[in-house]
């Protein structure tokens, strides 16, 4: 078995992906993707990574004509070395929202490529995960969508919960399968040819509103249970090349459990005095940041005193109905030593919603806390220990 700690991003990493080049174009590029089934690309000249893109580059700028250049719409480059650890690595792809970072050498050559499906290929093999149960790691009640429903509202429904891929039901609640931004780019989405000054260029097309999920999505969903174990599941998801597997217990949907979360797990065992706090759903209110930071650290101060907190998950949702005033939900999940804990709270205040969020879980680990106390000062309690030790 190996140890998280020892890992590095050269023991992990796959070999130089199919990359780009500044002067390539959106439609080459897409193209590439498409292809080689790739969802982030690296742009390299003279051997050395000077830029990356990935499918949301093209998702959140539509309207750009097919002929432009990668260099106009590139991100900077993540810097990863080979030498970087692989708890290091799951931290970067945990706050930047990339599913996978070209990795360098100290002199910025293109050396390799890491992803969460490498990361999760290398799960079953970690000692210190190998009791760890997907129950303590899955997003319990997941939002669902139905079969019925248009792709359109499944795109939006991705994008509200910061998630690529959603359980499809059908309209007894039963899970029919899975859908997921690939599956709408692949089926849905396409270039419209239209003439502009001589040439021929296009835009990208949104999914139209007619084409039901049910039509595009996978079949059948690939599940777990939530008393499986983490290796397990993540071996599943190598076997069948996915990043998500539905929890349930019958017929019903207990949870999903995705590489996000294992990249979580391996975050979590970072060396830091402060907590890791991830933060999503805030686009347009980047002036409320500080502001979370602020409250959330009053709150794992005092959980602090009975517990390690170790990764904080903080998801905004707006709920908005044209012409009327925003409802937040806010969502928290946050991961300890002890186990994993959840809240969820709606106010039209987003700051009051998350500090009701942030009560509800000290509430929680305090209550846990004073159980854990009270089994052990249980005398039936104490002679099984006693056994344990004698044997």
Not at 45 to 52: A, I, L, N, T, W
Not at 222 to 229: A, E, L, V
Not at 303 to 319: F, Q, T
Not at 358 to 385: C, G, N, V
Request: proline share 4%; hydrophobic share 35%; aromatic share 6%.
């Amino acid at each position: 078995m190996t140890h998280v700690k020892d890992l590095r991003a050269k023991d992990v990493m796959s070999g130089r992906l199919e990359h780009t080049t500044p002067d390539e174009t959106i439609s080459d590029v897409i193209g590439m993707m498409r292809e080689y089934g790739l969802e982030e690309v690296p742009v390299v000249e003279d051997d050395e990574v000077v830029g990356f893109v990935s499918d949301n580059t093209f998702i959140d700028r539509r309207n750009l004509s097919f002929s432009t250049k990668i260099r106009h719409v590139m991100n900077p480059p993540p810097e990863v070395n080979v030498d970087d650890s692989l708890v290091k690595v799951c931290e970067m792809l945990l706050s930047s929202g990339y599913r996978g970072v070209p990795v360098t050498s100290e002199s910025g050559e293109y050396k390799g490529f890491i992803s969460r499906k490498d990361i999760s290929r290398i799960i079953p093999s970690i000692d210190e995960l190998k009791k760890a149960m997907v129950k303590d790691h899955m997003t319990p009640d997941p939002e669902t969508i139905r079969g019925d429903e248009h792709v359109g509202k499944a795109k939006s429904m991705m994008e509200r919960y910061h998630v690529r891929v959603l359980p499809v039901v059908d309209n007894h609640g039963k899970l029919i399968g899975m859908v997921g931004i690939q599956d709408i780019l692949d089926k849905v989405t396409r270039p419209i040819a239209r003439e502009e000054k001589g040439n021929m260029s296009g835009e990208i097309d949104s999914p139209q509103r007619d084409v039901d999920v049910e039509s595009v999505m996978s079949e059948p969903a690939i599940t777990t249970t939530p008393n499986s174990m983490i290796y397990d599941a993540a071996e599943k998801m190598n076997e069948e090349d996915i990043s998500t597997l539905v929890a349930i217990e019958g017929d019903d949907i207990k949870g999903v459990l995705t590489q996000f979360d294992l990249i979580e797990m391996i975050t979590s065992f970072r060396e830091a005095d402060q907590v890791f706090v991830q933060i999503s759903g805030l686009k347009g209110h980047p002036e409320v940041y500080d502001q979370i930071y602020d409250v959330t650290q009053r709150t794992l101060s005092k959980v602090n005193r009975v517990l390690d907190p170790l990764v904080l998950n903080i998801h905004a949702v707006s709920h908005q109905e044209e012409g009327t005033r925003a409802k937040y939900s806010m969502r928290l999940r946050l991961s300890t030593d002890y186990g994993m804990y959840y809240a969820k709270k709606v106010d039209w205040n987003m700051m009051k919603a998350l500090d009701e969020a942030l009560d509800s879980l000290e509430k929680r680990i305090f209550e846990d806390k004073e159980k854990k106390l009270q089994r052990k000062r249980d005398p039936k309690y104490q002679a099984f220990m006693a056994r344990q030790k004698g044997s």
